[in-house]
């Protein structure tokens, strides 16, 4: 095997493992958009993270098909990190009385998350074109989504 054909290789290898973690992270997010709708009490907030959990939903398609497109099996569930998020949020929900407040600074800490591992895996990883331009087009998504939430916690603080 010729420098070229490895290089595509790993090229081939490191987008998979990419699209397999950033696969796991929406699965993460969508189940904690869920799980946010529930404790949220005002309605637009409802709308909102319903907005959002529909978004990850697509992003989780969208990924699980160019794995597949690769030759890959994706994933199928979130990490273990995900469920003890969730778990924590659950626990923070409870002691705050489940108020809409303590949602978005859930979902902002989550959102930082998810910006930090799409920027980090981007910066880091040579991959196949269009794996990176789909990547980034979900990466402006989130950003947009953590401007706006900041927006709402803004504005539920007054």
Known sequence: MDTLDKNREQRHKDTVHVLQQ???KNYDAEKGYKKSLQD???PALKGFLQQQAAMRARFVTSNDQQ???????PKESGSVTGTLHRAWI???????????????EEVIRGEKASVDEYTE??????????????????????????????RLEDISSY
């Open 22 to 24: 950033i696969l796991e």
């Open 40 to 42: 949220a009490k005002n």
């Open 67 to 73: 794995l597949r497109q690769l030759g890959a099996t």
């Open 90 to 104: 659950d626990i923070k929900s409870s002691l705050a009385g489940n108020d809409d407040e303590a949602v978005l």
């Open 121 to 150: 895996e981007l910066k880091s990883h040579n991959l196949l074109p269009e794996v990176t331009q789909e990547l980034q087009s979900q990466l402006n998504d989130i950003q947009a989504t953590l401007n706006k939430v900041k």
